[in-house]
């Protein structure tokens, strides 16, 4: 990861001093620091190397390279012998980045919004981001880039020009969100939902919201802590003290922006809006789906606390456009495909499906969906697994293949609840997906519509791919 500051340079005394860390001068460099980077092969002259330890590498074994590269300031956790460059000495590099990149977003005049949440975090970023650029210059973390070192290095690519940023939260472990809005201080901080991704580390829903209420923890004074109303977990949890508070609701009669009469419109979805005693009729977004009213009420409510127009809001809302392999449609072969395969939870799986029956009751085609595993589910994945395959069954899927570790719950789940054996195909092995394409290609007729949703370890996008290439040869002979 590389980032070239354009807002101000650093120098080797002013690292160590903000990171706490200790100088040892070097003799072939400056010690001018003009940007950051992580990976010693992209180092170009004036960068401050920072020598990450890693699951597959270790970066302090880089050092030399990067200084033959022109590093100007090596920041390390060991100081390297015979280093012509300046050396800062931390404890922790990764956190010595963070402590920079805080001084750093200290320097900008930008506000922030920052969110959170168990589903749709990414989703609810774009959303945000798309209306936030109608009217402002606008940064926004990309791709998914929301930990310590990636929110760190997101905030190194501000720009002067920037007035808005974006940034996306997400956490494994109780105190993560908390040092994240440290380092971020949000002006507006969203949480999106509670749901039950990581219960495996924190165990229940009520550890979960406390978690992510740890947003509000580096907050500016005047911040304003927005969140979905529909969660009871949130309207009890919210801090008290914490007196700025708005929700957003598609299922309550309260809430300070509220969507009714939620419908589909072609491949998109239209509602009516209430906010501040008004009623705004048939909003607009180009994505499918009552999931993402709801991410679409959280951008329209920073809009408007962003001082925004109506107009200009909806603008924004038209201009959405959702990050790879989430809800993505398209065609293979005479197959419509519903791409959702970069993520996946309980509540996020039932979402899809619903889109699902929605996209394949407008075609009057059948509904088929590949489901994978779900994991960082703990002790309740095969409850959930159960569940998910129950809802399959609801949702009336007449192809269901699944895939994975759990495929044989959910599939018992499924043909339990209503979905004939003969339609219900498993496969185990998540590292054969020519196997799992070779059943669904066997299994699909023309117009079908299939989903494919699995967490993202699953790599279901390599099923896609096969099947793709085996549609391919078809069309070939």
Known sequence: MKAEWKIRSYTSEEIAGITGGTLFRGTGASGVCTGICT?????????????????????????????????ACILAQQKPTDCPCDVVIVPDTVRAIGELAGHYRDQSAVRVVAITGSVGKTTTKEFIAAVASAGFKTHKTEGNHNNDLGMSMTLFTLSPEDRISVLEMGMSNAGEIRRLSELAKPDIAVITNIGTSHMESLGSRENICRAKLEIVSGMREGGILLFNGDEPLLREGAPASFHTTRTFSADSREGDYRAVNVRQAGEGMLFDLICGGKVLTNVSIPTLGRHNVYNALAAYAVGNLLGLEEDTIREGLLQFCGADRRQKIYEIGEVTVIDDCYNASPESMRAALDVLASVAASKGKRAAALLGDMLELGEYSRLMHDQVGQYAAQMKVNQLFCYGMMADVVAEAAIKHGIRAENVFVCLDTKNPAAMAEMIFSALQPGDVLLVKASRGVAAENVIECLRENYSRKQKK
């Open 39 to 71: 990976d010693s092969r992209e180092v170009t002259e004036g960068m401050l190397f920072c020598a990450i330890v890693g699951e597959r590498t270790d970066g302090h074994l880089y050092i030399d390279t990067a200084c033959r590269a022109g590093a």
